[in-house]
T-cell receptor, first 115, second 112 residues
Framework: ETGVTQTPRHLVMGMTNKKSLKCEQHLGHNAMYWYKQSAKKPLELMFVYNFKEQTENNSVPSRFSPECPNSSHLFLHLHTLQPEDSALYLC??????????????FGPGTRLLVL | GNSVTQMEGPVTLSEEAFLTINCTYTATGYPSLFWYVQYPGEGLQLLLKATKADDKGSNKGFEATYRKETTSFHLEKGSVQVSDSAVYFCALIGFGNEKLTFGTGTRLTIIP
């Protein structure tokens, strides 16, 4: 499955580092999402971009900064993270139409470890 | 708000056994329902979906039927294989909504 790609697949960073996660979708979709998957916790929706506009910020700390330069690319900029931010970060995309309810397709994720 | 409840795991079965993973939901209106699968070390893959009552989604031998009267979307497979070992997530999107609500996931292990 190569519809949604994410880089890097693995990332180790210190608490003072700045890094960025990249997501690219090749499905022609108009909406993109960031999710966080931590051990023993439900999947958490972080951000939603619809037609490049952020439509959802699910009370995410400001040390996570999303960027959506176009409908195919989504970034998550990271700075001064905490060890509890270690998780699998998943990107997804969908084609949002009137009435909603469209299928989201996920990338393979970036496994982040904050030391 | 919307919610999804899945049976607690982990579930361990022998190869060729029958599988059922229960999923019930709470939502207003008519949501779309999904099962996603996450293999070890990977992201989520869409397994199957159903968008209206009495629809049956199917893929790779797995099936689930959208039951509005019982607000359920149970996942079934007649004969599981070792390669089916993964975490399975039930999810829904409410009508007119773009937010996907997930269950907590059920870890399935198939032993030879």
């Amino acid at each position: 499955e190569t519809g949604v790609t994410q880089t890097p697949r693995h990332l180790v960073m210190g608490m003072t580092n700045k890094k960025s996660l990249k997501c690219e979708q090749h499905l022609g979709h108009n909406a993109m999402y960031w999710y966080k998957q931590s051990a023993k916790k439900p999947l958490e929706l972080m951000f939603v971009y619809n037609f490049k506009e952020q439509t959802e910020n699910n009370s995410v700390p400001s040390r996570f900064s999303p960027e959506c330069p176009n409908s195919s690319h989504l970034f998550l900029h990271l700075h001064t993270l905490q060890p509890e931010d270690s998780a699998l970060y998943l990107c997804a995309s969908s084609q949002v139409v009137a009435g909603g309810g469209e299928t989201q397709y996920f990338g393979p994720g970036t496994r982040l470890l904050v030391l | 708000g919307n919610s999804v409840t899945q049976m607690e795991g982990p579930v361990t079965l022998s190869e060729e056994a029958f599988l059922t993973i229960n999923c019930t939901y709470t939502a207003t209106g008519y949501p779309s329902l999904f099962w996603y699968v996450q293999y070890p070390g990977e992201g989520l893959q869409l397994l199957l979906k159903a968008t209206k009552a009495d629809d049956k989604g199917s893929n790779k031998g797995f099936e689930a039927t959208y039951r509005k009267e019982t607000t359920s979307f149970h996942l079934e497979k007649g004969s599981v294989q070792v390669s089916d070992s993964a975490v399975y997530f039930c999810a829904l999107i409410g009508f007119g909504n773009e937010k996907l609500t997930f269950g907590t996931g059920t870890r399935l292990t198939i032993i030879p």
